[in-house]
């Protein structure tokens, strides 16, 4: 495969390992919304239909990926993780975890009601308008990329992730890279919109990659990231002083936290945008119940949702936690099955929440209210 110099270069410390294109897996049928419209990023409601979380990929205008290397897993306890930069993300990135960040998507479009981002960039359905440059980082699965790009055929939306798990065949304006996000960008500059989703709690330096982000923006340009809290949070003291799900994530913090990342760092990042020179800098904070406790059919989605995206990592997060904390496979086990009993019980009201937090690069010669 013909890369970039850059990516021909950090490619070479990946294994030759096989990677397996047979994977299969039953997926969960979810109500998933079908059809595009609106603006500022929304999905339309008006037409819902039932579909495999895995059965999006139903676009056209496609050209065929020719930026990622597949030559870059490693194994673990049965499941495969990306080798390159290894060790610095704990979770897979095989069939099971991206069917998984499937239903981390839907969960996220559902929060906002079809919204992919809540920034005001200006970009448009039709093709002959302003081209609009859009960056996604840890774009994973490149379903949010894809999406963006097709639904706006005027934006070049680039994709960058440490994993090559993207899809072969991409819509025309849309570009993925294997590279890590914390070094210098080689993807350009002049960008109306960086987007980050679940990346800035697994990072060492979200801070530095904050003004990164504000430094290779358009003046005009937003920065917007989307991050779960990882903070299990009950308003009504129906959650036990040992709720499982509430230790596996104080677990998950800690352990990430020994590699110097702090995964409840999204009510910090108001901060860091406006220290990185943000105007227009907001925090808009959304909660996700864990379960079908809340009683709205929207809440109820949402929760079904939550509770597959956290059983899909209970088991993979449980192995580093036990050796971690010294546990015993048979500890380690029980702690797994208490962690699924306890996200069906309904009589908990255990929720978190969701971060939105967006800040504007500012146009010259306007003051700190963007105006």
């Known amino acids: 495969m013909d890369l970039p110099?850059?990516?021909r270069i950090k490619t070479d410390d990946f294994n030759d390992g096989e990677v397996d294109d047979d994977d299969t897996a039953t997926h969960d049928e979810i109500e998933i919304d079908s059809a595009y419209g609106g603006s500022g990023g929304q999905v339309s409601t008006t037409s819902v239909m039932s579909m495999s979380l895995l059965d999006m990929d139903t676009r056209t205008s496609l050209k065929p990926l020719?930026?990622?290397?597949?030559?870059?897993?490693?194994?673990s306890e049965g499941r495969k993780y990306q080798h390159y930069r290894s060790g610095r993300y704990l979770l897979p990135n095989d069939q099971d975890e991206q069917d998984r960040e499937e239903v981390k998507h839907f969960m996220l479009l559902r929060l906002t009601d079809g919204g992919h981002f809540l920034s005001p960039v200006a970009v448009s359905r039709y093709q002959d308008r302003p081209a609009v440059k859009i960056i996604d980082?840890?774009?994973?699965?490149?379903?949010?990329?894809?999406?963006?790009?097709?639904?706006?055929?005027?934006?070049q939306v680039t994709g960058i992730d440490l994993s090559p798990i993207q899809p072969a065949w991409t819509p025309p304006n849309v570009e993925f890279f294997v590279d890590d996000i914390e070094d210098e960008w080689i993807t350009g500059h002049d960008f109306s919109l960086v987007h980050a989703r679940h990346v800035l709690p697994f990072l060492k330096d979200?801070?530095?990659?904050?003004?990164?982000?504000?430094?290779?923006?358009?003046?005009?340009?937003?920065?917007?990231?989307?991050?779960?809290?990882?903070?299990?949070?009950?308003?009504?003291?129906?959650?036990?002083?040992?709720?499982?799900?509430?230790?596996?994530?104080?677990?998950?913090?800690t352990a990430w936290g020994k590699l110097g990342a702090d995964l409840r760092v999204g009510p910090k990042l108001e901060g860091m945008m406006r220290e990185a020179g943000c105007v227009n800098v907001q925090t808009r904070r959304f909660k996700i119940p864990i379960g079908t406790w809340m009683r709205k059919p929207k809440e109820k989605e949402l929760?079904?949702?939550?509770?597959?995206?956290i059983e899909g990592v209970v088991a993979a997060l449980a192995h580093p936690i036990a050796a971690d904390s010294r546990w015993s496979d048979g500890e380690r086990d029980v702690f797994i099955r208490r962690c699924h009993l306890a996200l069906r019980d309904s009589s908990v009201h255990a929720y978190m929440f969701c971060y939105f937090v967006m800040g504007?690069?500012?146009?010259?010669?306007?003051?700190?209210?963007?105006r």
Not at 303 to 309: E, K, L, N, Q
């Open 5 to 7: 110099l850059r990516l």
């Open 66 to 75: 020719t930026s990622i290397s597949e030559q870059s897993m490693s194994f």
């Open 137 to 155: 980082l840890g774009t994973g699965t490149g379903t949010w990329a894809i999406e963006v790009a097709d639904r706006f055929p005027n934006a």
């Open 206 to 253: 979200p801070a530095g990659l904050v003004r990164r982000s504000f430094d290779h923006l358009l003046p005009g340009g937003w920065i917007e990231s989307q991050d779960i809290g990882h903070l299990v949070c009950c308003d009504d003291d129906t959650m036990p002083e040992e709720y499982p799900i509430a230790k596996l994530f104080h677990h998950i913090t």
């Open 303 to 309: 929760g079904v949702s939550f509770r597959m995206v």
């Open 360 to 370: 504007q690069k500012p146009v010259e010669g306007r003051g700190e209210d963007g």
